[in-house]
């Protein structure tokens, strides 16, 4: 079975200073890894992914994260907050399956994210 | 514009009354899912269809049903069954499954009477 651990139900920045989300997932298979934004009472936007390839990830609004196999880690980062970055992140797991077939994604509990002016 | 929409957008529920959300996409996504969100729980996936005419329970199925009779519709109904259906509901569509993005719904919010 896989999971996410997200370390913080919420995290603080100051506006301008540096980001930095943490996600350690566990797999049994090579994952597939998401993270998703959530402003106030809507829907999940796709932050970035990571499926093969390439483990330093770049995403929409500045973010980027990277994939560390030997952490088990996907940790979000962006360089500098801005106010409009305030929201609830979440990351998320898929994992190949023999024979395919896989199922929906396996969610952390989320961290909210907020931007001190 | 291509996306997915739920409806209602605020939804309450009587005791013992089945409720039915409803769920479109017009992105010719093959893949619909149905969570639950629940504060400082995450998401949990409730049903989830790869394909018309099939569905499969998630984690968390127990006092919900569905259907898929059309691709681009996958309804949810809360039963009486559920004995805490208080939470934001999110719908979910993609390509496929994996490494495939889900595109998400807005959600609807059921509360209990």
């Known amino acids: 079975a896989q999971s996410v651990t997200q370390l913080g139900s919420h995290v603080s920045v100051s506006e301008g200073a540096l980001v930095l989300l943490r996600c350690n997932y566990s797999?049994?298979?090579?994952?597939?890894l998401f993270w998703y934004v959530q402003y106030p009472n809507q829907g999940l936007q796709l932050l970035l992914k990571y499926t093969t390839g390439a483990t330093l990830v770049k995403g929409i609004n500045g973010f980027e994260a990277e994939f560390k196999k030997s952490e088990t880690s996907f940790h979000l980062t962006k360089p500098s907050a801005h106010m409009s970055d305030a929201a609830e992140y979440f990351c998320a797991v898929s994992d190949h399956r023999s024979g395919g077939g896989a199922d929906g994604l396996t969610f952390g509990k989320g961290t909210h994210l907020i931007i001190q002016p | 514009d291509g996306g997915i929409t739920q409806s209602p957008k605020y939804l309450f529920r009587k005791e013992g009354q089945n409720v039915t959300l409803s769920c479109e996409q017009n992105?010719?996504?093959?893949?619909m899912y149905w969570y639950r969100q629940d504060p400082g729980q995450g998401l949990r996936l409730i049903y989830y269809s790869q394909i018309v005419n099939d569905f499969q329970k998630g984690d968390i199925a127990e006092g919900y049903s569905v259907s898929r009779e059309k691709k681009e519709s996958f309804p949810l109904t809360v039963t009486s069954a559920q004995k805490n259906p208080t939470a934001f509901y999110l719908c979910?569509?993609?390509?496929?499954?994996?490494?495939?993005?889900?595109?998400f719904g807005p959600g609807t919010r059921l509360l209990v009477l």
């Open positions: 992105l010719n996504h093959d893949a």
């Open positions: 797999s049994s298979v090579p994952p597939y």
């Open positions: 979910a569509s993609s390509r496929g499954q994996g490494k495939e993005t889900q595109y």
